[in-house]
């Protein structure tokens, strides 16, 4: 084989290596963590969810009782600097106590600092066994 035939192949070789990782990396940031839990309504921690506005940190989500009788999931921390978030009810929106981003009921940026959106879960209500999952 010619010097220039192995350089060749080496560059492909080198190519492709760097496609791969560089779509391993992309499959990661893009992918939601894993999320599959039930709450049960029932259960006196978690009675605020009941009402209209409630809201609970369970594990890295948020979970709270819209305004519209819908249930969310969020992850609870802002992509900002990561402060626990909340659900301010009086403005329909997610707030961070730190440095006052918001957030609209599906994790997107309503106003930074924060730039980056939350990732939402998927809730399913049966009776009151509340499932949040990954989609
Ligand atoms: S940590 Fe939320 S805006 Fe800074």
């Known amino acids: 084989m010619k010097t220039k035939n192995i350089l ?4 492909y070789t080198a190519g492709v290596f760097v496609l ?19 709450i049960d ?10 009402n209209l506005g409630g809201y609970v940190h369970e594990g890295e989500v948020i979970v709270f009782h819209g305004i519209d009788n819908n249930y969310y999931a969020l ?13 301010a009810v009086a403005q329909n929106e ?21 730039s980056s959106p939350l990732y939402e879960y998927l809730t399913q209500l049966t009776g009151t066994q ?3 999952y990954t989609p």
């Open 94 to 114: 997610i707030t961070c106590p730190c440095d006052a981003s918001k957030y609209d009921l599906h994790g997107a940026v309503i106003m930074g600092p924060a």
């Open 8 to 11: 060749k192949s080496i560059g």
């Open 130 to 132: 509340l499932h949040i």
């Open 75 to 87: 992850s609870k921390f802002c992509t900002q600097d990561g402060c626990d978030l909340q659900y």
């Open 20 to 38: 791969v990782i560089f779509l391993a990396y992309c499959s990661k940031v893009d992918q939601i963590p894993f999320v599959d839990f039930v």
């Open 41 to 50: 309504l029932t259960d006196p921690q978690y009675s605020t969810l009941l």
